[in-house]
């Protein structure tokens, strides 16, 4: 019996069209950025699978991609300089408006800001976004630093003197050169996107001034652990991890508070894009999943659950009230005219970049 089902099921299967066979997405985003729950959700509606990678850090998934072939559907890659990158190296694929009718939710303002580098928007909507600051514990800065410690300045980390007495409560950075220089350029007085040898030089110095203090220079995954579990007091990493580890720090009951502070001498701001490579094997699906995502109610959840804004302007309602007042999430307009964005440096200097971040590391 079952023989002869079998050759009618082939020709069945074959007669659908590949899409519908396939009903799978493959999807690489950064780690702790999504709420599960809205994963299983879109599976349940629309019945396509999702195969979901992480990375954590801009340099990960750009060396993921740029061999080609990904395999994936969906990235997330920040406007400047990766999504800038894999643009304007053919690597997007334009994006289908009419497949993803919620794109009127996105904030024109905000989508303003990147079209600058994607004209028309044409293969990005902003996923959630933010800024890179400082993971502190309060307490413990104020005990090394005393009552009057500048706890909004990148001085705690970048100030010889504040990280050596800082070192023992636990000093850390974030592994990523792309995401770290622009800031050390800016707490240096030069401009963040600064890529002369000079800046470089500077850069390296002021790194090493402060490396035998620096306890970890870690994936920013890990970051988060550490600031959860206490473990660090000082750490240079982006803001809504700070938040979820502040929040997670909470829940230990262990008495470990963790703040997220925009520094002083202005913060970089960033924009992670939903994007689909040029050479994704279920496009459709990856369409689907872009509208899905901008559904106010979904974004909604997600940015309650990774507390990073989003640019869904309807969701903002229904984000939880203390999530949605919360500065550190939404900084005011005032704050935002502090930040600055990061450039796409080309190629030589990005690999001078990462030759001194090697040897910062190496710590020589
Ligand atoms: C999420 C990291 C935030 C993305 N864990 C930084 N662009």
């Not at 690999?351 to 590391?361: C, D, N, S, V, Y």
Request: net charge neutral; proline share 7%.
């Amino acid at each position: 019996m079952l023989r002869r089902l079998l050759p009618l099921l082939a020709l069945l299967l074959a007669a659908l069209p590949a899409a519908a066979q396939e009903r799978v997405l493959n999807v690489f985003n950064w780690s702790d950025y999504i709420d599960p729950y809205m994963v299983q959700r879109f599976t349940r509606e629309t019945g396509i699978r999702v195969r979901y990678d992480v990375f954590d850090s801009l340099e990960s998934l750009e060396g993921r991609l740029s061999a080609g072939r990904s395999g994936y559907d969906i990235i997330v890659p920040t406007s400047e300089p990766t999504f800038a990158r894999l643009l304007r190296a053919g690597a997007l694929r334009p994006l289908d408006r009419a497949a993803i009718p919620n794109w009127r939710n996105l904030d024109a303002t905000l989508m303003q800001r990147v079209a600058a580098i994607d004209p028309e928007n044409r293969h990005g909507a902003i996923y959630l976004w933010g800024t890179v600051g400082l993971g502190i514990r309060p307490d413990r800065v104020r005990a090394a630093l005393g009552a009057d410690a500048p706890l909004d300045s990148l001085g705690l980390l970048f100030n010889p003197e504040n990280a050596a007495r800082l070192a023992r409560c636990g000093i850390m950075v974030m592994d990523s050169p792309t995401d770290v220089l622009p800031s050390v350029l800016r707490w240096l007085g030069r401009d963040p996107n600064g890529h002369a040898a000079e800046d470089h030089r500077a850069a390296e110095a002021a790194l090493m001034a402060i490396r035998r203090h620096v306890r970890a220079i870690i994936a920013s995954s890990s970051i988060l652990d550490a600031l959860a579990t206490g473990e660090a007091c000082v750490a240079l990493t982006y803001s809504g991890d700070v938040i979820q580890a502040a929040a997670r720090a909470q829940e230990a009951g262990r008495g470990v508070e963790v703040r997220y502070v925009m520094p002083r001498e202005g913060a970089q701001l960033w924009f992670d894009m939903l994007a689909i490579p040029a050479d994704a094997p279920n496009p459709e699906a990856a369409h689907a999943f872009i509208d899905f995502l901008l559904r106010p109610e979904v974004m909604a959840a997600i940015t309650n659950h990774v507390r990073y804004p989003n640019a869904v302007p309807a969701s903002r309602p229904l984000v939880e009230e203390a999530v949605r007042n919360d500065p550190a999430v939404f900084p005011s307009a005032e704050m935002l005219a502090g930040t600055f964005v990061a450039g796409t440096p080309p190629r030589e200097a990005e690999r001078e970049r990462t030759r001194l971040w090697a040897r910062f590391k190496r710590g020589r």
